[in-house]
């Protein structure tokens, strides 16, 4: 079993920054995507940016281009993703996701094997 435990969240005016972690434990996969989706009340989970751990590729909305920024450190078998700019639209529960893929990172959230439980990102005007 994989466990996804994502911590980092909290309140934050509009302009401000902040960095959430994603830590997997469990089992140790030789390469493998991590990502980061979204859900706001009311809508579908979204994605957001994901990343392939072997290589460093990337991949992000066009939403958070320039914004956010993902990264990782595969000896800890984490990935952080670094909010700069937030705005109010950025407000949603936001949860750390892991595909044994190789290709991609892909989008869709079927081709996600693992969640964490999520974590609120609240962004005030």
């Known amino acids: 079993q994989v466990q996804l435990v994502e911590s980092g969240g909290g309140l934050v005016q509009a302009g401000g920054s902040l960095r959430l972690s994603c830590v997997a434990s469990?089992?140790?996969?030789?390469?493998?995507?991590m990502g980061w989706f979204r859900q706001a009340p009311g809508k579908e989970r979204e994605f957001v940016t994901a990343i392939i751990t072997s290589e460093g590729s990337t991949r992000y909305a066009e939403s958070v281009k320039g914004r956010f920024t993902i990264s990782r450190d595969n000896a800890k078998n984490t990935v952080y993703l670094q909010m700069n700019s937030l705005k109010p639209e950025d407000t949603a529960v936001y949860y750390c996701?892991?595909?044994?893929?190789?290709?991609?990172?892909?989008?869709?959230?079927?081709?996600?094997?693992?969640w964490g439980q999520g974590i609120q990102v609240t962004v005030s005007s």
């Open positions: 996701a892991l595909a044994l893929v190789q290709v991609g990172p892909p989008v869709s959230t079927v081709a996600y094997d693992y």
């Open positions: 469990g089992r140790t996969f030789s390469t493998y995507v």
